[in-house]
């Protein structure tokens, strides 16, 4: 059964930075497309920043553009997503996903993989 775990949330102040991580198990990343998604609180999951495979085509939204960054670690099985330039407006709930198509993480698909969530605070 696949499984990701993310880590690294926490309360930083504006300006600040993190970096989130997530670990997979029971499956390995180099054949599925990952992403990131945050939810607002009352809010829908939105997609913040994904990664094909394969060519590791990058897609980021435009409210984070030039200041998040995604990356992959196949050998560790590992996804990180470096924040700088933090915004109360990031202040959300951060989770991980890995989609079998390889191509798009499918938001509303059940065949993608869904950690369970990470907060991040950020203060002004």
């Known amino acids: 059964e696949g499984r990701l775990v993310e880590s690294g949330g926490g309360l930083v102040q504006a300006g600040g930075s993190l970096r989130l991580a997530c670990e997979a198990s029971g499956f390995t990343l180099d054949d599925y497309a990952i992403g990131w998604f945050r939810q607002f609180p009352g809010k829908e999951r939105e997609g913040v920043s994904c990664?094909?495979?394969?060519?590791?085509?990058?897609y980021y939204a435009d409210s984070v553009k030039g200041r998040f960054t995604i990356s992959i670690d196949i050998a560790k099985n590992m996804v990180y997503l470096q924040m700088n330039s933090l915004k109360s407006e990031d202040t959300a709930v951060y989770y991980c996903?890995?989609?079998?198509?390889?191509?798009?993480?499918?938001?509303?698909?059940?065949?993608?993989?869904w950690g369970q969530g990470t907060q991040v605070t950020v203060s002004s």
């Open positions: 990664s094909n495979s394969g060519n590791y085509d990058t």
């Open positions: 996903a890995a989609d079998p198509s390889g191509e798009v993480v499918r938001g509303h698909s059940p065949l993608v993989h």
